[in-house]
DNA sequence: CGGAAAAGGTAATATTATAACATTCAATGC
DNA sequence: GCATTGAATGTTATAATATTACCTTTTCCG
């Protein structure tokens, strides 16, 4: 890996978002699956960063958008981006994050910055397999599987904001 | 592996907990920590079962064995017996377990059964390396790792009380 | 003993999430 | 077009989880 990941360095984020929001679209109409105004509004909202989003940092978003909503919208919303694999929860932090991998079947696995809050999502299938593999072993039947890593991203190593 | 791990078949559980006590007495006094009756008592709660217990649960127990306690007595007992690397918080429950390797030096992998609640806790090392290369790979320092996996265990696979 | 630090008690409150029910919207068949 | 109907949203209240702030008690140590 030469390169650092997106949410590590300067991109032109605006293209993240047009990307992200024209992949719902596309994978929404796909699925016969309504992407109404607000739903879409909430997306584009998670998409402002890399960082995960509280249901109640949306809720204070969509007000000064001027969407005065209460929390079932946006947890309403949030589920239906989730079932149509558009947001992760990021169960560490309650909180919620547009995925990268959208469309792709796929199990991902976050590195979350403890410093900036900037989340990676990876998918990994050696740590997919190794889980699958454990499972097994102990005749469990995995049917999802949630990796979080907490620690500091390449930015935050370098510039020393932290302990 | 033959046989069935602990939480997944009838075991003398008394020994589970007589053993769990036993070694948390040994460990904070190694360590200089004060095992005091109220986390001793919090312990021995968590450890009535191999499921996890959230925090009003165990109060709730708490107040039937006639300890009148707050949310923050068993949040902080819960805070010292996590340090002490006696107890794990099971994030996607918000829910707490008793570590079955007190002492070791571990990262552990949590099998979540969503019929019967039993938790298996593993110290997979192909898990913790998988993760720890693929955060690696990102140039992340992973500081600390959460791997739960939720899903049917092999005693519930059979007596089909689900779906 | 006396001071300091740790632990625990208590009340209030913050944060995250859901339940219950009314209303509006949008697709479909006639 | 228009009624029917299920999906989506609005609204209010409340549940479930967790923390803050402040004060009292206990333990440790010199
Ligand atoms: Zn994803
Ligand atoms: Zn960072
Ligand atoms: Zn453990
Ligand atoms: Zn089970």
């Given amino acids: 890996m030469s390169a650092s990941a997106l949410p590590y360095r300067t991109h032109n984020h605006s293209a993240c978002i047009r990307q992200a929001l024209a992949d719902a679209r596309t994978l929404c109409r796909a699925n016969n699956a309504r992407l109404t105004p607000t739903r879409e509004q909430v997306l584009e909202?998670?998409?402002?960063?890399?960082?995960?989003?509280?249901?109640?940092?949306?809720?204070?978003?969509?007000?000064?958008?001027?969407?005065?909503?209460?929390?079932?919208?946006?947890?309403?919303?949030?589920?239906?981006?989730?079932?149509?694999?558009?947001?992760?929860?990021?169960?560490?932090?309650?909180?919620?994050?547009?995925?990268?991998?959208?469309?792709?079947?796929?199990?991902?696995?976050?590195?979350?910055?403890?410093?900036c809050r900037n989340v990676l999502e990876l998918t990994a299938p050696e740590v997919a397999l190794a889980v699958g593999q454990a499972s097994a072993d102990e005749a469990f039947v995995a049917e999802d599987t949630v990796v979080e890593v907490i620690g500091l991203c390449p930015a935050c190593q370098l510039s020393g904001n932290h302990d």
């Fill in 45 to 115: 909202l998670i998409w402002r960063s890399h960082k995960a989003l509280g249901a109640y940092d949306l809720l204070a978003m969509l007000a000064e958008e001027g969407h005065r909503a209460a929390p079932p919208t946006v947890y309403r919303a949030l589920d239906f981006l989730q079932r149509q694999g558009l947001v992760h929860r990021i169960t560490s932090l309650n909180a919620f994050l547009g995925c990268t991998h959208a469309g792709e079947q796929h199990c991902g696995q976050f590195l979350i910055c403890r410093n």
